[in-house]
Structure formats: C-alpha cells, structure tokens
C-alpha cells in the first residue's frame, strides 16, 4: 500500500470531509492521528472506523486555534507516532452573516480555526517536516476563497488566506523536499448541504455544469492524490463541478 508505515495528520477528521479523507489515507495503509473539537463520543466513533481497517488510529481533542495547545497536540503525537508525514488542515467552521450585522466575534472565530488553526498546525510541524528532508501539507479551502461569496465575508477571507499560506509554505520548505497544495471545494454533500431547502439546492445545482454536489469521497481522492505526489507544490486544484470556470 502506498502509504503503509507513513503517519496522517488529519485536523477536524472526526466528521464530514475530514472523516473521509482519514479512512482513504488508512485505506492505503497510513496511520491516522485525528484531531477533533467536538464531543468525545464523535472522536471514539471516528476512531473504531478507522482502526477497523487495521491501522493504528489515536484521537487528540484540542483547538487548532489554539497556539499552545496545538504544540502540544503536535508534541504528544509525534510522541505517539514517532514521525508525521502528511499534515491535512481540514479543521473549519462557518459563521455566515452579511458584514453589516456580523459580530467582531463571529469574524474573529472563523478566522482563528480556519487560518490561524492552519498556521499553527503547519509552524508546529514546521522544523520536523523540514529535518526529515519530506513531508506533505494539503490545506483544504474553499471555491469561495476564490470568488467570494456574500454573507460570507469572515470564511472567504479565512480561505483566501489559506490559499496564501499554501503558496508561501511551498515556496519556503520546497527546498527540503516538503509539498503543500490547497483544495477549493465547492458544494459537497456533507450535514450541512443535507438540511438547506430544495428551492436553495435548486439555485445552486443551476450554476454547476455538473448538475451535482461532490461527495466526501471525492474530495478525500483529491487530497490524496495531493498528499503523494512528488512534483505538485503551491497549486490550489478546485473541485466544485465547474462552478468557477
């Protein structure tokens, strides 16, 4: 298997996207260390799927946007692990309102787990990725840090600077043989596209060439596809059914 004795780092990976993308990476025989922020119950859950594909799998539940938690989450899994080698920031919230009535705190909280949980993440692995000489980053952003979107302006400019991130981090460890690519998702069909009215998902399926919304386990290929490959830095690979062509 092509990821067998590698480690996976898979923030907000208890539920969704970041569910998905830690069985596919335990499906080619990588080890999952899985960060969650929600109840405990949800990380146990997470964590039996995973270990029933016979990889080993540990939970650690801190807030990426934690600086001093986050160190320690990191410290605590290389400890557990002894290495990481695929680092996926997918932890994100949403907290949608137009500018004129959003609160200084939905603002700051969007782009504390977003953006700075990324940050983080990435500068606690920093000098491990970079001693080792390998390592691989996949940031995950959004179609709508690309083109905006109204009633958004707090999570398109936390994924905008994802986006940034990705593009200054690839510059910076390319030398020492580490990648790190950005995804921009588009509608995925997660719990939170499954509860908007049908009128809603009418309106967007009409702007998607591809009459659908993606499912987890697509974007899960497409981390992976990033996460191995060799000769792939500093690129953002939307995949939202050719909704920002």
Not at 84 to 99: K, Q, W
Not at 189 to 214: G, H, Q, S
Not at 217 to 239: R, S
Request: hydrophobic share 45%; net charge positive; with cysteine.
């Amino acid at each position: 298997m092509l990821l067998k004795d590698k480690t996976a780092l898979v923030s907000g990976g208890s539920r969704g996207i970041g569910l998905a993308i830690a069985k596919k990476m335990a499906a080619n025989g990588a080890n999952i260390a899985l960060n969650y922020f929600a109840e405990e119950k949800e990380g146990r859950e997470a964590q039996k799927e995973i270990q029933k594909m016979g990889v080993k799998c540990e939970i650690y539940h801190f807030n990426v946007a934690d600086f001093k938690a986050s160190k320690e989450g990191i410290d605590k899994i290389i400890k557990d692990f002894g290495k990481v080698d695929i680092l996926v920031n997918n932890a994100g919230i949403t907290r949608d309102g137009l500018v004129a009535t959003m609160t200084e705190e939905d603002f700051d909280s969007v782009m504390n787990i977003n953006l700075k949980g990324a940050f983080n993440l990435t500068k606690h692995l920093y000098m491990h990725f970079s001693r080792n000489r390998s390592g691989s980053i996949v940031n995950v952003a959004s179609i709508i840090g690309m083109m905006g979107g109204a009633g958004q302006a707090n999570y398109s400019a936390s994924k905008a600077g994802m986006i940034g991130l990705t593009k200054s981090i690839a510059r910076e460890l390319g030398g020492r043989g580490v990648t790190c690519n950005a995804i921009a998702p588009g509608f995925i069909e997660t719990a939170m596209t499954a509860v908007l009215p049908e009128e809603v998902k009418k309106k967007y399926l009409d702007m998607i060439p591809l009459k659908r919304f993606a499912n987890v386990e697509e974007v899960a290929d497409l981390v992976f596809f990033l996460a191995t490959a060799k000769y792939i830095t500093g690129e953002v690979v939307k995949i939202d059914g050719g909704l920002y062509i």
